[in-house]
């Protein structure tokens, strides 16, 4: 098959992209490259595709319809898995606009484009943030998401959304994935775990929001992957029954999370013992933005994926832990 990978050059995008081009289907692989976080990484990434099958890298931004367009012009496309968006909580509160024009905007033209080209089926990135600061646990795709406390989970609860008006009024089969903090080699250099690995290696102090009285349902980007492809394998059916997440058209939600909620000062723990150093604290309120906990349930995700994460964190850091020794060496993996 050929699938169009948005976001190809980030931390999920590359994850999958491989593991497809691992699989033997040919990956086209949009991505604008743009400065939210060093682009070296980014490229990084994809020189890590570079060879490993039929792959094809275009530089372009989704929110710019005829630049997504073109860069899909005469090829066929099977599926897409759209990855690419504005990541992070409490970026969103500085630059809003951003995440419009990127979650919102750019959604909107993946929607087109899989609707013109008669895509068999749209895998798409949503998040467990979503959920707001929710009291029900562990959180389920059945639960109402109407009080999201970000603007960056606002814009993907607006995803998912549009999303269901373009399975009902298309019949485009569409698969929304809940992510819950995920985690890796490859990972995204303002997420916890790196900010936390490269703090410890340096001697610096770690900023721990609410002395570290969070738990967040850390995922393994093996197992995030895993449940991708299974998802993407799965169009939801047209059968007019109802589906996860409470479409009877053919769209579907999902959790996909460790399945294990672990406190962030348990994290700050393994991290020490992986990289043979105390950490130092620096206490910190919570940001805004932040929620107090997050736990999926994957009940769901379980009977008709398949998917069953397989990766702890206690053997999910050091793996994380080592990449990064090697990536910061120069010679990545």
């Known amino acids: ?52 099958g039929d792959f094809t890298f275009v530089e372009a931004d989704i929110a710019d319809a005829d630049a997504l367009s073109r860069a899909t012009d005469g090829t066929a496309i099977d599926r897409i898995v759209h990855l690419a968006a504005q990541a992070g909580v409490r970026h969103s509160i500085d630059n809003p606009h951003a995440y419009v024009r990127a979650n919102m905007v750019g959604h909107l033209n993946v929607l087109e484009l899989a609707r013109t080209r008669r895509v ?136 996909l999370g460790g399945d294990r909620p672990e406190g962030v000062d348990r994290l700050v723990r393994l991290i020490e013992d992986a990289c043979g150093r105390a950490a130092m604290i620096e206490a910190s309120p919570m940001q805004p933005g932040d929620v107090r906990q997050t736990a999926a349930d994957i009940t769901a995700s379980r009977r008709d994926l398949g998917f069953s994460p397989a990766t702890p964190l206690d053997v999910g850091i050091p793996r994380f832990v080592d990449w990064f020794r090697h990536y910061r060496a120069g010679a990545g993996s």
């Open 1 to 52: 098959m050929t699938i169009l990978v948005t976001g190809v050059a980030g931390f999920i995008g590359h994850a999958v992209a491989r593991a497809l081009l691992a699989r033997g289907d040919r990956v086209i692989g949009i991505d604008d490259l743009n400065p939210y976080y060093d682009p070296a990484l980014k490229r990084a990434r994809l020189d890590d595709l570079g060879g490993r």
């Open 120 to 255: 068999g089926h749209l895998v798409y990135a949503s998040s467990s943030s979503v959920y707001g600061d929710s009291a029900a646990f562990p959180l389920s795709v059945e639960q109402r998401t109407d009080h999201p406390i970000s603007l960056y989970a606002a814009t993907k609860r607006a995803d998912e959304l549009m999303s269901d008006s373009y399975a009902h009024l298309y019949r485009l089969p569409q698969t929304g994935l809940r992510f819950f903090t995920v985690y890796g080699p490859w990972g995204r250099p303002d997420m916890a775990v790196w900010l936390f690995t490269s703090a410890v290696l340096d001697g610096r102090a770690i900023r721990l929001h609410a002395g570290g009285d969070m738990r967040r349902d850390f995922t393994f980007i093996d197992d995030i992957v895993a449940g991708v492809l299974a998802a993407l394998d799965r169009p939801p059916a047209d059968d007019g029954r109802p589906k996860p997440g409470g479409a009877v058209a053919p769209h579907a939600i999902y959790n």
